[in-house]
């Protein structure tokens, strides 16, 4: 037993639940300038739902790739990869790993019953929808014997969670079932968490071919992932200044992008330099990682800042 215990916020991976703030918030944001009027207690709710969930994915992600190999000690150290390392260090935790990530399904679905009992009946198949998806992604994006990220899927499952599947949530918590621009923005927080993913890949790529677990970076070899890395990153750019141009104001986003996309070059010189396991491709991801974040931040920073003003 370790003599310091992690705390909850540790266990369930806080820092990392913005990337579930990250689609809610600008999501309602736009909404509200849509239609000029906020729903606070849909926002709560589908908060409640959103990030429930993202806990629920956590603490069976840090559960399952522990059990099956792929976390370790030495993945662990690095802050962006390789889970937390609760439950290696700590295994007397692990059912109460369990109850966390079950309570997490289960106010999910309290959640998703409050948005269906405050919304008009056109929403409720939304709703429904959106919890089983995300609950049933939320386990087995790891849990065999599905274990998407084990199987190549694990991509895909990201994107949805973080990119459609939530967008449409805060849009539809807000009144509003379709609208072209919600299209538009539907890519945009997914891909930000699919290059998160695929950088976290590159670092433990050691340790989940040990493992056995099959990622992108595993299927393409670490080049072609990071070409792919690249493309994502360049289709993000575009897609924010897609979004730009159709919102009041858009050029404040352009404004608000400039602090992410200038690390972008040398988080991608870093990376193609360094070699697999190596000092120099770690300091890349590190870059690219803390890009990343700041995209997210930028961006819902942008989007209130355009809504309020």
Known sequence: MS????????IVRAPG??????????????????????R?????????VGISLHVSMNVYNDIYDTKQGSDCLESSECFFSGGSGVLITNP???SMMYLIARTGIFVGLLGTIGLILISEPIFWPIFVSIYFIAAFLSKYYTAAPVALSYRGGGEVAVFIAFGPLAILLAAASQGILWDPLFLIM????????????????????PFDRESGKIGMVILL??????????????FLVVNLLA?????????????????????LPMAFRHLYKGGE???QLERGAGILFASMVICAISMMAGFIFILVS
């Not at 003599?3 to 540790?10: A, E, F, I, S, V």
Request: net charge negative; charged share 10%.
């Open 186 to 205: 539907m890519p945009i927080t997914g891909i930000v968490t699919l290059i998160v993913t695929l950088n976290g890949q590159v670092v433990d790529l």
């Open 221 to 234: 070899g670490l080049r072609r992932a990071l070409h792919i890395t690249v493309i994502l990153s360049l």
């Open 243 to 263: 979004v730009a141009t159709l919102l009041p104001n858009g050029y404040v986003l352009i404004l608000f992008m400039l602090p992410f996309v200038i690390p």
């Open 17 to 38: 639940l913005i990337a579930t703030f990250f689609p809610l918030v600008i999501g309602t944001a736009v909404a509200v300038m849509i239609t000029e009027d906020f």
């Open 277 to 279: 396991g190596t000092e």
């Open 40 to 48: 606070v207690a849909g926002a709560f709710l589908a908060a409640l």
């Open 92 to 94: 007397e935790l692990e």
């Open 3 to 10: 003599k310091n215990r992690p705390g909850l916020l540790t």
